[in-house]
Structure formats: C-alpha cells, structure tokens
C-alpha cells in the first residue's frame, strides 16, 4: 500500500526526509506556523467569507478586494475552501476516508456544469510569484476531474495576492491521470524510507527554521 499525501506533505519529503519523519511519522513534533503563516492564514479566512458569505474585507486586506470581485463575477457555483480527496485508483472520496490517496484544499473553486469549464484559484501571500510552483495546480484538478465529471477544462492560477500577479495554467479532463505522475519519484522515494527506516536529513537554507532542533544541520 502506498503512502497517503498532499501538495505540502511531499514538498516537506523533498525538502528533507528527516524532517517528514519527525513530523508525520513519529510526529514527536510540531512545527508551531510563523508569522507569515497566520498571515497567510488570515488572508484566505477573509477571502473565504467575503466570496461565500458577502463579509466586508478587513480593511488591512482592501488590496485583495478588487481581484476578489472580478473572480465573484465569473460564472458558476462557487465553492470556498473545499476539501478534496482521491483513492489510488484517482476514485474521489472525501478529504478524511480512511481510504484517501491524495487531499487537498482548494481556496476557489467556479464550477459551470453547464460549460464544462471550472476556474480554480489558489491564493498565495509571498511577496512575488518568483518560486511558484503549478504541480499544487496539476495535483488538485485531478481531484476537481474526478469530483465534477462534467467539467472538461479548467483555468487554474495560483494567485499572488501581494504583487497582484497571477500564474495561470489550462488543465483537461482527457489528460487527469497525467498530472499525478510527476509526483511518482517522490511517493517512491518515501515509500521506501518508510519500508527501511532510514531518513537521511538534507542540509539547506532552511535548515535554521526547521523545528527539529536534534539534527547535526540544525542551525536555529
């Protein structure tokens, strides 16, 4: 049986081994979200209310507001924050079965059944889109393919709410199993720390953020 992951989960496995065995396996530690988190955090809370529930934007956010108004009027049943999952065989289930393959969350989500065309929207607070990275893109429209059958085309961004900025990528239903392929090496890669034991840590510039302070690169 292969291991159950998300987008962020595997980048944790790239990033550094070591540290995806402390934190997901033997989960002996938590990695506690910096402030650049809750801000992230707080943005999408706001963004989430305002589409779904009409809310005022707090003001210290006003600058997301004009974007969040053009994509309010696209066309579609709009879906905040929804929770996706997929079995191994790219079956859909819900975000937490117990079967689940892959999960995620899409920020926005403008279904049109009617179309067959979604737009989905993954909300970013960096300052610039100069490490964006669409595999988060490829792996959450498998999941939209298989959840809304009817939809054939998708108009993914990645949407850059700081500097404005969108990076966009066109998905299609004909090519769904495609998009999960890339993320094979790395699932087989961790397959097989898992069967071993054996989590070599990776040494790198984030080496002192990390949280796992019993490593020999640990330079927090």
Not at 44 to 71: M, N, Q, S
């Amino acid at each position: 049986m292969n291991p159950s992951w998300s987008y962020s989960s595997l980048k944790t496995f790239q990033q550094c081994p070591r540290k995806y065995y402390h934190l997901k396996v033997a989960k002996d530690i938590v990695d506690r979200p910096h402030e650049a988190a809750l801000y992230g955090s707080a943005v999408h809370t706001a963004a989430e209310v305002h589409v779904r529930d009409g809310e005022p934007i707090p003001a210290k956010f006003a600058y997301i507001a004009p974007t969040l108004e053009a994509l309010m009027k696209i066309e579609g049943e709009k879906h905040c924050e929804i929770k996706l999952g997929l079995t191994e065989n790219l079956e859909p289930c819900e975000f937490e079965d117990p079967a689940h393959w892959w999960h995620g969350i899409v920020d926005l989500l403008i279904v049109n059944e009617a179309t067959g065309v979604a737009h989905m929207v993954d909300y970013k607070t960096s300052k610039n889109a100069r490490y964006a990275d669409t595999k988060q893109l490829d792996y959450m429209a498998a999941a939209v393919f298989a959840k809304f059958p009817k939809i054939k085309t998708i108009k993914s961004a990645l949407l850059f709410v700081v500097s404005n900025e969108f990076v966009k990528k066109k998905h299609f239903a004909e090519n769904k199993t495609d998009y999960i392929k890339s993320a094979l090496p790395d699932l087989n890669r961790l397959k097989a720390a898992l069967g071993s034991g054996v989590w070599n840590p990776v040494t790198g510039p984030l080496c002192g953020f990390c949280p796992v302070r019993s490593c020999e690169h640990n330079r927090s």
